[in-house]
């Protein structure tokens, strides 16, 4: 399959571009398309700063030096979308940098428009396969996102997103925190797991937190880590 470029004249790349079969780089945005050298765009990805199907125009997309768009991947650039350098994107990733507007119960959801915050990702992330990233994100520089995460709050430099936990009878006692203090919320019948730091950690130098399942606890819950 070929690539196809839709508006070409708002895209600008820089040296030893690669576009793979298959990806559709839709360039219809205020700002355009700018993306750096030895960028590359995998098969099937699609870039979309503007809807196929109406509305108003999208913002926008910066990539910078030797960062790449995994396959499959898709960027919903409606609001603008920031990349740095050296960004690695596995498949099968999805940005959408706007939301539906729904407050008003008494209109149906197309008829309230949309609002737009764009997105963040700072030089020398890696955002694993099948994650989401979600409109008014930042993630700091240096990251890492682990295959399936849903990111709806900004992630500080240095931080690593994993929740590799499965099982039933998860409590908080399966897990041990290190040195860092704070609250475990389990939800046995998901699975799922959030901690709480007890300090503020935003005006902070990056810290990270590790919870490490423990092995000894024979409840079915799957070994793994979440940080």
């Given at each position: 399959p070929s690539v196809k470029i839709i508006s070409g004249h708002k895209l600008k790349v820089g040296n030893n571009f690669i576009v793979e079969k298959g990806a559709e780089i839709n360039c219809i945005s205020t700002e355009g398309l700018q993306l750096g050298n030895k960028v590359t765009i995998g098969s099937y990805a699609m870039i979309r700063p503007s809807n196929i199907y109406g509305g108003s125009m999208g913002s926008g997309l910066k990539i910078g030096d030797k960062s790449n768009i995994g396959p499959y991947c898709y960027i919903g650039c409606s609001g603008y979308i920031e990349i740095g350098n050296n960004v690695m994107m596995a498949p099968r990733v999805s940005l959408y940098s706007e939301n539906h507007n729904f407050d008003d119960p008494g209109k149906t959801i197309n008829n309230q428009g949309t609002s737009r915050k764009g997105?963040?990702?700072?030089?020398g992330s890696w955002i694993g396969a099948n994650s989401i990233i979600l409109d008014g994100v930042s993630i700091g520089a240096n990251s890492i996102v682990s295959a399936g995460s849903v990111v709806t709050n900004n992630i500080p430099d240095g931080t690593e997103v994993d929740y590799t936990v499965s099982g039933t009878g998860i409590d908080a006692n399966d897990f041990t925190t290190g040195s860092l203090t704070g609250t475990i919320t389990i939800n046995s019948d998901t699975g799922s797991v959030t901690f709480t730091l007890a300090e503020d950690?935003?005006?902070e130098g990056a810290e990270t937190l590790t919870l490490t399942l423990d092995?000894?606890?024979?409840?079915?819950?799957?070994?793994?880590t979440l940080t």
């Open positions: 997105i963040i990702i700072k030089s950690t935003t005006t092995t000894a606890d024979d409840n079915g819950v799957t070994t793994g």
